[in-house]
Nanobody, 127 residues
């Protein structure tokens, strides 16, 4: 499994912005679909965004569309999640995740397809 380390979480007021990062030393980072998931207290872990290893094709959940943007820098082995217009409902632990197989042809958003997980970073949005 790939070791993933998230950073960038914190406390922000509603309407504010944060950028999460996910770094890895894994040289094959550029071959994997990468994603962000989140888990709020007493709720299931849910999909937030995913980006293909081509760094072009991406998808975001309906709940964050227009507010969150996923991107990646394959040269730096780093995944990003730019979050803006944050709302209290966005409060959760955010997890970076990597696909289980390299060079998947399509962009998957299914949790079961992600086998490498970071430790998570807390995002708290106050009203």
């Amino acid at each position: 499994q790939v070791q993933l380390v998230e950073s960038g979480g914190g406390l922000v007021q509603a309407g504010g912005s944060l950028r999460l990062s996910c770094a890895t030393s894994e040289r094959t980072f550029s071959s994997f679909v990468m994603g962000w998931f989140r888990q709020a207290p007493e709720k299931e872990r849910e999909f937030v965004a995913a980006i293909h290893w081509n760094a072009v094709t991406a998808a975001v959940a309906d709940s964050v569309r227009g507010r969150f943007t996923i991107s990646r820098d394959n040269a730096k082995n780093t995944l990003y999640l730019q979050m803006s217009s944050l709302q209290p409902d966005d409060t959760a632990v955010y997890y970076c995740a990597g696909d289980t197989i390299p060079r998947r042809l399509y962009l998957t958003t299914a949790r079961k397809d992600f086998g490498s997980w970071g430790q998570g970073t807390q995002v708290t949005v106050s009203s």
